[in-house]
């Protein structure tokens, strides 16, 4: 494992800085600590199959207050407006990523069909609906635009409705740029488990 190395290499990110760890390791978020950061939140994500994985955050050390430090800096505030889904409460702790399969209708192995089935309540007709009239109206892969273009289900339906959804993990990660500002705070950044693993020591 080379934690270790990609944390020392973290811990140089300038105060405030957001990192957001994509990993199956639950120890990841003891390891943070333990290396000086704040930690954040954990954000559980459901795949098709039925597969979790968890998205750490974390958040170097601030140097006054987190206001000061956004002045300064632009960091340490998380862009919450940026990843909130319709009004729904932020933050959520559950993600959804969808089954390749998925289209106007939500494949057997969708993680919002299984997490629909345990809550006891099915969407009227299972729609799935785009905000995005693409080329691909209708289908929600190659919607195009984010998870913005992620409707969910209508006025009736299961728990999954209440969660983000993305098509894949690819969009996932967008959402989670935009959540810790690594689109404009440039030491913000996501590390990836593969790359967690890549780091050389
Ligand atoms: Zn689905």
Known sequence: MNITGRWA?????????HIAVFSH??????????LGFEFRDTILVLHPGPRTSFIFLFRAPV????????????TGGLHIGASRIGGLRWPTNLVLVHSQTCGTVCAS????????????????GGAITTSNQGPAAGSYHGGGSGASAWSGYGDAGGASRFY??????????????????ADCAPHSTIVTSQQVHDIPT
């Open 9 to 17: 290499e973290a811990s140089r990110f300038a105060a405030g800085s």
């Open 25 to 34: 390791d639950p120890d990841i978020a003891a390891i943070g600590r333990l």
């Open 63 to 74: 140097a006054g207050s987190v206001a000061e430090q956004v002045l300064q800096t632009g």
């Open 109 to 124: 192995e969708c993680p919002a069909v299984t997490l629909d089935r345990q809550s006891g309540e099915r969407p009227a």
């Open 164 to 181: 983000p959804s993305f098509k894949d993990v690819e969009e996932l990660a967008s959402w989670v740029a935009r959540l810790i500002g």
